[in-house]
């Protein structure tokens, strides 16, 4: 029990660290058995990353030359947004519980732009 109470403070502690809008532990703690959170890594290919989540319910181009994948996890009933963010060379290079628009947003602001 110890060790889950650390794990979860010490993923949220990242998160928050990561963005302006940090994301919900509890998500990752609900949803952290699917495919596309449990398997997905960062340098994996696009071809992977659809081998293992299926198709993105949608797909943006990114300012860089990448690309967004959006999923919805499903579990008991509830869905939760999820992305998948590829460099311009096709490899994982962030993912996590937003939608690729909510990214992009949270990465504009720590930008200034």
Do not use: W
């Amino acid at each position: 029990m110890y060790k889950q109470t650390l794990a979860i403070l010490l993923a949220s502690a990242t998160l928050a660290a990561c963005s302006n809008r940090p994301e919900n532990p509890v998500d990752y703690v609900t949803y952290r058995n699917e495919p596309l959170v449990k398997q997905v890594e960062n340098g994996m290919t696009m071809q992977k990353v659809i081998a293992i989540g299926g198709s993105p319910s949608n797909v943006i181009d990114l300012p860089n030359g990448g690309t967004c994948n959006d999923y919805i996890l499903n579990r008991d009933g509830h869905q939760q947004p999820y992305y998948v963010r590829f460099d311009a060379t096709g490899h994982v290079d962030a993912k996590g519980f937003k939608t690729c628009k909510q990214r992009e947003e949270d990465r504009k602001a720590a930008n200034g732009a």
